[in-house]
């Protein structure tokens, strides 16, 4: 943990900061949005599910407000072309969450914590587990939930903070266990879990995307 710490105190002390808060700013902003804007975020997040974020930035800027009205069998061939490697289920699952798409800020601000707003999340938009809620959550300014992806694990593990599990695909009851590791790194720090996602993933490829 020691070793992770030091790393992160030493990305806060570099011109990586500046990026950092200003991509957390611009999360605040899109949550801020009415409901229509912030189901689009939810849909790059499902286009990122087992596929490239620069991808899905590619797909979302592509298809921007399609995304709340195209049908479904037009929408999977948009993808296809726009290179999704699940066109068909992808669309799929979009049109499916439609159901949300005008009310999606209100139904979130229901619950009483992140942690609430991601259960609801995971159980109720088909397509999104706990790393994609978690993801669709940040980008749209809440900061109290890990994105927990194999960049992550990798990093945690070869620290020595966490054991590398033996499934790439974590469990609900795993994935909380490494996002335990990951508040204490956040508190020890002085960063959100939001702003320590970025930090680590910019450790790990170099990139800081969303």
């Not at 929408?75 to 699940?86: D, E, P, S, T, V």
């Not at 194999?150 to 974590?170: M, Q, T, Y």
Request: proline share 1%.
């Amino acid at each position: 943990m020691n070793t992770l710490i030091a790393l992160v105190e030493d990305l806060k002390k570099s011109d990586i900061k500046k990026i950092v808060d200003s991509r957390m700013q611009e999360f605040e902003e899109i949550g801020k949005k009415n409901s229509n804007e912030i189901f689009k975020e939810l849909c790059f997040c499902l286009m990122t599910a087992n596929f490239s974020a620069s991808g899905g930035i590619k797909i979302q800027n592509a298809i921007g407000d399609g995304f709340l009205h195209i049908p479904e069998e037009e929408l999977a061939k948009q993808l296809a072309i726009l290179g999704h490697r699940f066109p068909n289920m992808r669309a799929k699952f979009i049109v499916e969450a439609r159901v949300f798409k005008d009310n999606i800020k209100e139904v979130l601000n229901g619950f009483e914590n992140d942690l609430k707003k991601r259960e609801w999340i995971a159980d109720n938009i088909k397509g999104l587990g706990m790393k994609e809620s978690s993801h669709f959550l940040r980008n749209i300014g809440y900061k109290n939930v890990a994105i927990i992806d194999f960049h992550i694990v990798d990093l945690l593990a070869r620290h020595g903070a966490i054991e590398k599990p033996k499934n790439k695909s974590l469990t609900r009851k795993k994935y909380l266990e490494i996002e335990n590791v990951l508040n204490e790194l956040s508190k020890k720090t002085s960063t959100n879990l939001g702003e320590l996602d970025l930090y680590l993933w910019y450790k790990e490829t170099g990139k800081i995307l969303k």
